[in-house]
Nanobody, 113 residues
Framework: QVHLVESGGGLVQPGGSLTLSCAAS????????MAWYRQAPGKQRELVAS???????VYAASAKGRFTISRDNAKNTVYLQMNSLKSADTAVYFC???????WGQGTQVTVSS
């Protein structure tokens, strides 16, 4: 059974930084492209960033230049380093093994002064 646990969210002021983590179990983590999505209140879930098994990364336009996705296959964990946070980044953030319907509980990020 696949299990994902996101963590690292919280309340941060505009311009601040957070690093999210997603620990996966029950899958051969190293062979999956892993993605971070987010869902703001009243909006659809959107792709933020993804990283392939070969460490190729893709970012949404809103994340490019501010966010960095990375992975540690030894720890079955994918990370999202978020800098220069804006109020528009407020959302619940989820990780997802690409092409699967597996989701964790998400972690709330709130950017507010």
């Amino acid at each position: 059974q696949v299990h994902l646990v996101e963590s690292g969210g919280g309340l941060v002021q505009p311009g601040g930084s957070l690093t999210l983590s997603c620990a996966a179990s029950g899958i051969i983590f190293s062979i999956y492209t892993m993605a971070w999505y987010r869902q703001a209140p009243g909006k659809q879930r959107e792709l933020v960033a993804s990283i392939t098994d070969g460490d190729r990364t893709v970012y949404a336009a809103s994340a490019k230049g501010r966010f960095t996705i990375s992975r540690d296959n030894a720890k079955n964990t994918v990370y999202l380093q978020m800098n220069s946070l804006k109020s528009a980044d407020t959302a619940v953030y989820f990780c997802n093994p690409w092409g699967t319907a597996v989701w964790g509980q998400g972690t709330q990020v709130t950017v507010s002064s």
